[in-house]
T-cell receptor, first 114, second 114 residues
Framework: ELKVEQNPLFLSMQEGKNYTIYCNYS?????LYWYRQDPGKSLESLFV?????AVKQEGRLMASLDTKARLSTLHITAAVHDLSATYFC??????????????FGTGTRLKVLA | SAVISQKPSRDICQRGTSLTIQCQVD?????MFWYRQQPGQSLTLIAT?????????ESGFVIDKFPISRPNLTFSTLTVSNMSPEDSSIYLC???????????FGPGTRLLVL
């Protein structure tokens, strides 16, 4: 059974601190995505990682992908309160006739304390 | 990118009734997906809807409970039939262009079944 697991599930951190969220998946894939979801809102795309070794950075967030280890990380640098949200990774897997579909991770609920 | 709208945005329904959710996209897309997000949980794929063909359902979801229509390349509906309180969730429509690398998500429909 395909599994996409995130660690930790809940994270409470102080402003200014650094932390990493991990996304492990159990199938072969070289395409992985990170999304943010605010309470009561839909999903906002953060990063698109399409190859082994891909690294993307936007502001205080940096995402990387290691397809051999089946692992992606989302690193938070000097956290601020505005980063409080739930973060999901999603693995792209082959589907019908050359198309793909997402399998979502369990989600990490991040709370940044002032 | 794609702009997606869903109707209704929220609803409160009585058990045993059915609700049809509409998803409209501002451009033609090949793949349309329907997800369910139960409170505090991740997203689970219900089915994939391709224009001109029957929807493909994921394990645990059946057409009698979640009938889907896809009459053209910009529109789809999901019906939640014979509802019970366990169907209380957010239902999200998502789209992906042919050969597209990213899925885009609608704002969601928040359903409460009493």
């Amino acid at each position: 059974e395909l599994k996409v697991e995130q660690n930790p599930l809940f994270l409470s951190m102080q402003e200014g601190k650094n932390y990493t969220i991990y996304c492990n998946y159990s199938t072969t894939s070289d395409r992985l995505y990170w999304y943010r979801q605010d309470p009561g809102k839909s999903l906002e795309s953060l990063f698109v990682l399409l190859s082994n070794g891909a690294v993307k950075q936007e502001g205080r967030l940096m995402a990387s992908l290691d397809t051999k280890a089946r692992l992606s990380t989302l690193h938070i640098t000097a956290a601020v309160h505005d980063l409080s949200a739930t973060y999901f990774c999603a693995v792209d897997i082959p589907f019908l006739s050359g198309t793909y579909k997402y399998i979502f991770g369990t989600g990490t609920r991040l709370k940044v304390l002032a | 990118s794609a702009v997606i709208s869903q109707k209704p945005s929220r609803d409160i329904c009585q058990r045993g009734t059915s609700l049809t959710i509409q998803c409209q996209v501002d451009s033609q897309v090949t793949m349309m997906f329907w997800y369910r997000q139960q409170p505090g949980q991740s997203l689970t794929l219900i089915a994939t809807a391709n224009q001109g063909s029957e929807a493909t359902y994921e394990s645990g979801f059946v057409i009698d409970k979640f009938p889907i229509s896809r009459p053209n390349l910009t529109f789809s509906t999901l019906t939640v039939s014979n509802m019970s309180p366990e169907d209380s969730s957010i239902y999200l429509c998502s789209v992906r262009a042919q050969g597209g690398e990213t899925q885009y998500f609608g704002p969601g429909t928040r359903l409460l079944v009493l």
